[in-house]
């Protein structure tokens, strides 16, 4: 999983957790696979100085094993999260790459 940013990578943490809930909200994503990776950048905004939302809604994966489902989990006071819902539990790397900015989320399948 590829997020890329406009300015500079902002802080983030990238963990499983038991359910997927997004910054602000109280229920769970519902989202596939049987593990669970949260994303979370701040400070961060979904939105564009013209009000447009970059990434949208939730999609599934094809062409991977370990990656079935990700979604934009919210939007709320600086905090952007996302669920990645994975196959089964795995390791993951995070790399931060330039040019232009990037945080990447490498799943072991």
Not at 1 to 8: H, K, R
Request: glycine share 14%.
């Amino acid at each position: 999983m590829l997020f890329e940013f406009a300015g500079p990578v902002p802080s983030y943490t990238v963990r499983y957790v038991p359910e997927i809930v997004g910054p602000g909200q109280r229920a769970a994503v519902r989202l596939g696979g049987r593990a669970f990776l949260e994303v979370v950048f701040h400070p961060a905004a979904t939105r564009d100085g013209g009000g447009f939302s970059a990434p949208r809604g939730s999609d599934s994966v094809g062409g991977t094993r370990a990656l079935v489902q990700y979604c934009l989990a919210g939007d709320h006071a600086g905090y952007v999260s996302f669920g990645l819902g994975i196959d089964k539990r795995a390791p993951f790397r995070v790399m931060e790459l330039s040019n232009p900015p990037r945080v990447a989320i490498d799943i072991a399948e």
